[in-house]
């Protein structure tokens, strides 16, 4: 994937951001020119893709395997977590707080790859807490959080994809949207 990136035209640019609040460009066509949202990296913790050697995990911070990006703008906010791997209490306060949250819904089940193909890893072990289950997301996530809830990043695996099926009707009695191509959202 990175060396698509590195041939295109222009070549992609790799920035690190900081997790402390920065200040993001006006919106295309906006006249002011101005800055005119604000927008940090939330560290997600998980676990590094096995693609990322030893070596280099020994040098990166272990809470910044999988990082959200909360953004706000006009006393709205959009929180993006495509990685959420833990019961951590930053990422449920932050998604209680925003007005529209795209979370993790890779897995429906921990052992949804190995049931799947007779070995592997739980999803916890390489980084997604499962939707179902005791602990996993639908049992997690705030009660009281008011905004719109967007599933994202689904695996094949996941029956949450069957719009036939009881797993795909308690994602949306529970109150969540799965991700489409074509979604657009105003805040």
């Known amino acids: 994937m990175f060396r698509v990136l590195d ?49 280099l995990r020994s040098k990166l911070a272990a809470d910044e395997a999988s990082v959200g990006l909360l953004i706000e703008a006009g006393g709205k906010r959009l929180f993006f977590a495509p990685a959420v791997a833990s019961a951590d209490d930053e990422w449920k306060k932050i998604a209680e707080s925003s007005d529209l949250f795209f979370l993790d819904g890779t897995f429906w ?6 049931r799947a193909s007779g070995s592997g890893k739980t999803a916890r072990e390489i980084g997604h807490l499962p939707l179902s289950g005791e602990g996993g997301l639908l049992e997690q996530f705030p009660k009281r959080a008011r905004g ?29 949207e799965t991700a489409h191509d074509g979604m657009e959202f105003t805040l």
């Open 148 to 176: 719109r809830r967007i599933l994202i990043h689904i695996n094949n695996t996941n029956p949450i994809l069957d719009e036939d099926s009881p797993e795909y009707r308690a994602v949306r009695e529970a109150g969540w």
């Open 7 to 55: 041939r295109a035209t222009p070549a992609a640019q790799w920035r690190d951001i900081s997790t402390l609040p920065q200040m993001g460009p006006a919106a295309a066509g906006e006249p002011s020119g101005e800055l005119s949202f604000r927008y940090s990296a939330v560290p997600l913790r998980g676990n590094y893709p096995d693609y990322v050697s030893c070596a």
């Open 109 to 114: 089940r921990d052992d949804e790859l190995i």
